[in-house]
């Protein structure tokens, strides 16, 4: 019985949404070795398209995006009915405060700065979705 402390057995989906290829490809090896199944996007409008379609269980957003910047993807994700439970986890390669706080206040979950370690960006990933299979029991 599953009381909220694993992640659920079916395959974890993370959606990374990345302008650049070669951090989509880094990302997908980094979390694929951790048996997560991963989907990508390019941009801000194809992240809110492809989360509305296919809800990921989280997604890894980019700071910064041609168009839709990371924080205004957050928001718009958080604000949308079908999309707001999904955890959002930014990335930058700008890890001040300033920019911290402003992806948080946008509704991301957490924020990792650049370069990324596999092990820590693969526990932070479970850790969010422990958190968000603990709060829907409680809910």
């Known amino acids: 019985m599953n009381v909220g402390l694993d992640i659920p057995p079916r395959a974890v ?6 302008d650049s290829p070669d951090n989509r490809e880094l990302l997908e090896i980094m979390l694929n070795w951790d048996g997560f199944v991963t989907l990508t996007a390019s941009s801000g409008e194809e992240a809110l398209a492809s989360a509305a379609e296919q809800l990921p269980d989280l ?4 700071f910064v995006l041609p168009g839709l910047s990371g924080c205004e993807v957050a928001a718009r994700m958080k604000s949308n009915l079908s999309t707001r439970d999904i955890p959002i986890i930014i990335i930058s390669g700008m890890g ?12 991301a979950d957490d924020f990792i700065t650049k370069p990324i370690d596999r092990s820590e960006l693969c526990q932070r ?14 809910a």
């Open 96 to 107: 001040d405060s300033a920019n911290r706080s402003r992806a948080l206040s946008a509704g």
């Open 125 to 138: 990933v479970r850790n969010i979705l422990r958190l968000k299979s603990a709060a829907v029991g409680f």
């Open 13 to 18: 989906r993370v959606l990374i949404v990345d």
């Open 59 to 62: 997604m890894l957003l980019d």
